[in-house]
């Protein structure tokens, strides 16, 4: 089992820049994918980016690519979401997630764990 707790939301205006953190407790972080997500007021929950345990690969929505760099650190047990050129419809709650399947996936229920979300603005 682990926890995961995120850090690092604010307010920001358009065309800033915010990293997300997600503290993971226990000691097999290393055989998590790691994902985010966000959900906007309203909205379903929608997949963000993903890293692999060993980061080797990542993937991320269209809606991101080129903006927003996931990362993860695994000798500090953390992941991060790195938001650059931010928008206003960048504005949600940012949640992490665990995964233990064999690949990267943006389908959220195979996500096992999570945490319990950051708040990003962006102002236009």
């Known amino acids: 089992q682990v926890q995961l707790v995120e850090s690092g939301g604010g307010l920001v205006q358009a065309g800033g820049s915010l990293r997300l953190s997600c503290a993971a407790s226990g000691r097999t972080f290393t055989t998590y994918n790691m994902g985010w997500f966000r959900q906007a007021p309203g909205k379903e929950r929608e997949f963000v980016a993903a890293i692999s345990w060993s980061g080797r690969s990542t993937y991320y929505a269209d809606s991101v690519k080129g903006r927003f760099t996931i990362s993860r650190d695994n000798a500090k047990n953390t992941a991060y979401l790195i938001m650059n050129i931010l928008k206003p419809e960048d504005t949600a709650v940012y949640y992490c997630?665990?995964?233990?399947?064999?690949?990267?996936?943006?389908?959220?229920?195979?996500?096992?764990?999570w945490g319990q979300g950051t708040q990003v603005t962006v102002s236009s």
């Open positions: 997630a665990a995964d233990v399947s064999a690949a990267i996936t943006t389908e959220r229920p195979k996500y096992r764990y």
